[in-house]
Every structure is written in structure tokens, then in C-alpha cells.
């Protein structure tokens, strides 16, 4: 398997404009996190979601935060409008329950700035 | 709330040293803990995984020890080489109830292998 994937792996954009992050999970895992990393706060988790529904969202800064998983192999997190402060890495990841024991694999990350 | 603290921050060791990394959590009540590897601008790279039930795991010259009852864990790290540099992440999974399947991320420790 490749791995998680994620797209883009750079985002500039203005401020005020929408953002839209999107990951691919590991094949056949049915847990998808996604976490946003900063020098001050580090990881952080967002969301998750179990066999595609959103599980707990109480890490979402704000309204302007949303994600989705439409389907076992995709899940995108939209910001819309984008602030300055929202620039950080976002991580997708993937677990598998079972013998796999939840073990977190990650992607590549999204490097996004909004100027 | 679980919190999970990494001692030190930084270290910078000469090559071929043996080298501990610390781990510290607050609510021992826990289904895992994983430690993860990130190369600068890249993603986290699991590295070990040891369930509650267990003291250690091995992998290569990585050993990782767990002491659930005092909120601990370390990563010995043997033989340490220039490749070893990097920053390495400590992150527990708490107990198997609703919403507890979520990673919490100490703020890493950024080793540095000198040759």
C-alpha cells in the first residue's frame, strides 16, 4: 500500500479564501484522524472518523473548520474563510482496529499558509 | 485530561552514544502508547508500538519501555548514528470507550547525532 496520501502537499492562499485539504486513507483502515501541527500548540487533533462518520469533532477551532468522509477512501477538511492564524501543517492519519491495535500511520502533511 | 509531557526538548549527543528518551502521562488509564519519528518538513513515522499490558517492545536498535502505573515510558535508543537525528514523538491512546481512540502528542524531543 502507498500509504496515507495527502494533497496538497503546499497551500498559499489570501486570507478570506476557502481551503480545501484532502487525504487518502491506508486501504481497508477504518479510523481517519486528522490532526493540524504548530510550533506553539504541536499536535493537535481535529476530527475523527470511524467507518466514515465523524466520531468527535471537539478539537475543530471553529465554525469555519469542516470536514468530511464521503466515502471508506476519502475525507477532505475545508476552511472557509481562512485566517492567517489557521497556517500550520495538517496531518491526515489512519488506524485499523483488530490486531493492528489502532497503530496511527500518517501522511505526508499539508504545509498551508494563508497570508 | 490526559497530558503527556517528553524530557528534554532538545539533546545533542556524539555519534555511537546510547541515548534515552523520556515520556511522562497523567491518566495512567491507557490502551497504548506509540512513539513516531519526524524528519524535518516531513510526516511522523511510527516506530514502535506497546500495548497497556506490556513493559517493553524492540525493533532494531529502538527499545521501548512502558511503566503504566507511574505514567511512564522511554525510548533507548543504541548505538546512535548522524541518520538517528531527528525528532521523536510520544503519544498515548487512552482506554477502549467512546471517543478514547484519539492520539494525545507530547511535544517531542529533538535529537541531534553529531558525527
Redesign the interface.
Known sequence: DAG?IQSPRHEVTEMGQEVTLRCKPISGHD?L?WYRQTMMR??E?LI?F?NNVP??DSGMPEDRFSAKMPNASFSTLKIQPSEPRDSAVY?C?S?LEGKS?????????T?LTVV | KQEVTQIPAALSVPEGENLVLNCSFTDSAI??L?W?RQDP??????LL?I?SSQREQTSGRLNASLDKSSGRSTLYIAASQPGDSATY?C?V?GVRI??A????????TRLTINP
Not at chain 1, 491495535?101 to 502533511?109: H, P, R, S
Not at chain 2, 481512540?101 to 517531542?108: M, N, Y
Open positions: 496515507v479510523y484522524f504541536g499536535l487533533l475523527y470511524n466520531i468527535d496531518f492519519a488506524s491495535l489502532l497503530e496511527a500511520f500518517f501522511g505526508q502533511g504545509r | 490502551y497504548n506509540q513516531f518538513g516531513k510526516g511522523l513515522t511510527s508500538l500495548q514523538l503519544a491512546r467512546q471517543g481512540q484519539k492520539l494525545v502528542f507530547g511535544q517531542g
